[in-house]
């Protein structure tokens, strides 16, 4: 089992930035890939972005190419998202979400998930 907690979210105004944590306990060694998803008040779940922690490849939701980043210290079991630039239509919770495959990230198919923490931008 793994556990995932995530922080860092809070309100912040249009053009702001906001880093968001996520730790990872338990059998973390087995994780294969881990990702950002969003869902905003009455919205479905949305991809936000993804990491494979053997390649270190990383995937982005389109609108938020060039300005939010995702990045792991594995040496802490933490995976981040760095947002900058940020936009009213960015709000939303945030989830950290993990795998102990390879799958397609977009699917949204991964074993575990983090209780979300909410981003609010102000305009």
């Known amino acids: 089992q793994v556990q995932l907690v995530e922080s860092g979210g809070g309100l912040v105004q249009a053009g702001g930035s906001l880093r968001l944590s996520c730790a990872a306990s338990?059998?973390?060694?087995?994780?294969?890939?881990m990702a950002w998803f969003r869902q905003g008040s009455g919205k479905d779940r949305e991809f936000v972005a993804a990491?494979?922690?053997?390649?270190?490849?990383?995937y982005y939701l389109e609108s938020v190419k060039g300005r939010f980043t995702i990045s792991r210290d594995s040496a802490k079991n933490t995976l981040y998202l760095q947002m900058n630039g940020l936009k009213p239509e960015d709000t939303a919770v945030y989830y950290c979400?993990?795998?102990?495959?390879?799958?397609?990230?977009?699917?949204?198919?991964?074993?575990?998930w983090g209780q979300g923490t909410q981003v609010t931008v102000s305009s």
């Open positions: 338990g059998r973390t060694n087995t994780l294969y890939q």
């Open positions: 979400a993990a795998i102990e495959s390879s799958i397609a990230p977009r699917s949204g198919q991964f074993d575990y």
């Open positions: 990491i494979s922690l053997s390649t270190s490849y990383t």
